[in-house]
């Protein structure tokens, strides 16, 4: 989430005098210790049971992320120091067993609103910005090491877009192609199948639901869904409420609902047969996790997370969610990772 599209509320707004840049670090250091104390704590949230684990060991957003090997990938991603916005290079890995993180290889470059996604066990950075510019390159971790898929090139260069693979191919969808211009957004999307370079990106049919940024994405039964995300105006942005469906064996889009109100920098995530929706930003973050049923386009709410967060990604193993950083007020970072279950007994609201 692009830390300029949300008002400022907090005082830890990248102000260049001494006074405002000491009370962001005295937050961070309270964050940071309040994380620790969470350590182990539960949480019930309403039809979630959740537990704060080992902090994430550098607060950030915009990061890419996903699993790998059972583990927990955040890579890159933005954080602020000293009222400066640094893009990072950071990998680390979460252990869910151990409940531990542990340093992996950096990227190759320092990156942040980079769209991500994985297949077969590789994790793959698509584009994002230097904090300068938008980026083209491909990079793909495997666990262990990183490498540059320069014969994965974006076809254009993008920020703040969105990823998502169908176990094949890797689908990159919306975005802009410079930082914080958010009137040039891009209305194309576009997949390719990482195993099989040589055809290149194809270009999905021509949809008004491809030109945003900021939106969520998830894949589910031969079908790629859209939710919100924003669109460029003067002075900033609008949220989108629309709801959006591709069929991966007929290549059409068809709009299949509406989000109870315009929300951005949400997560989707496949569950089953049904795809929940967590956090975001409307006007204000949001805690509330969404439940989207695709036969019949029916949202409804479905429990709460433990802090309202934006820009953060949610991956289940087993029967576990687990989820760090995001951005949890306007330009502050999250230091806390969390492990989330639906209660057996939850009551999903109609």
Not at 102 to 118: C, R
Request: hydrophobic share 40%.
């Amino acid at each position: 989430m692009s830390d300029t599209l949300v008002s400022p509320e907090t005082g830890c707004l990248g102000e260049i005098h001494r006074s405002a840049s000491a009370r962001c670090v005295r937050r961070s250091a309270t964050m940071k210790s309040l994380s620790i104390l969470f350590m182990f704590t539960t949480l019930s949230a309403g039809a979630w049971k959740w537990r704060a684990l080992a902090p994430l060991p550098q607060p950030r957003a915009g990061y890419g992320a996903g699993l790998v090997d059972h583990r927990l990938v955040v890579a890159g991603g933005s954080y602020w120091r000293n009222g400066q916005k640094i893009q990072s290079a950071q990998t680390d890995l979460f252990d869910p067993d151990q409940n531990r993180w542990t340093a992996a290889a950096p990227m190759p470059v320092a990156v942040g609103n980079a769209a991500s996604a994985v297949i077969g066990g590789t994790l793959f950075i698509l584009g994002g910005t230097d904090g300068r510019r938008a980026r083209r390159r491909v990079y793909a971790f495997d666990g262990v090491h990183w490498s540059d898929r320069t014969d994965l090139m974006l076809p254009e260069a993008r920020t703040n877009g969105i990823a998502v693979s169908d176990g094949t191919s890797l689908f990159l969808i919306g975005g802009i192609r410079a930082p914080d211009r958010y009137s040039s957004e891009l209305g194309s999307g576009w997949m390719i199948n990482p195993s099989r370079p040589g055809n290149g990106w194809q270009q999905l049919a021509e949809c008004r639901c491809t030109k945003r940024l900021i939106l969520a994405a998830a894949a589910l039964n031969e079908k790629l869904f859209l939710f919100g995300g924003a669109i460029g105006k003067s002075g900033g942005v609008d949220n989108l409420s629309d709801i959006w469906s591709f069929d991966l064996m007929k290549h059409e889009w068809t709009q299949v609902g509406h989000l109870p109100e315009p929300r951005r920098a949400m997560w989707a995530a496949a569950d089953g047969n049904r795809i929940l929706l967590f956090g975001g930003y409307t006007d204000a973050f949001r805690n509330d996790v969404l439940l989207f049923e695709p036969l019949d386009g029916r949202i409804t709410t479905a429990g709460n997370l433990p802090e309202p967060i934006a820009d953060a990604k949610f991956f289940r193993i087993g029967s576990t969610w687990y989820t760090a950083g995001g951005e949890i007020g306007s330009k502050v970072r999250g230091w806390n990772t969390w492990s989330g279950t639906l209660r057996a007994d939850a009551r999903i609201d109609q």
